[in-house]
């Protein structure tokens, strides 16, 4: 059971702490015709990675692309691009941007990933300045 807000597919940012990520029709309906769209996610939990494990996935495979990037914007690196399920992907700065691309005609049921916050570093207050990874 996933706990936390839904997200659906749109083009802006979000900080969060965990939740559901669905394409722009959610959990109920198919993914439309030419969307073009930008979705940047960021953890708000400080030095935390986010994550998020796709648990369905059904997309046109010849037209219609999700593209993952590591960061806040399109000019990180791409972690992932196509049109198959993306599987986990994990950010190392802290946030995930991604940017969907429809073609003109077929839609499919579109998505769903759960979403976490992973590897949340807290410094120690010791003497040696110690980094526990969670």
Known sequence: IVSGPAYNMSSGSISTDGGT????????????????????????????QIQFQFTSWASETCCDFLTIYDGPTTSGPTLFSGSSNPGTITSTTGCLTFYWDTDGSVVAAGWAATIAIVNVQTPLDCNGGDVVTR
């Open 21 to 48: 990520f669905y394409d722009a029709a959610g959990p109920s309906g198919s993914y439309g015709n030419n969307e073009i769209l930008t979705q940047t996610f960021c953890s708000s939990v400080v030095n935390g």
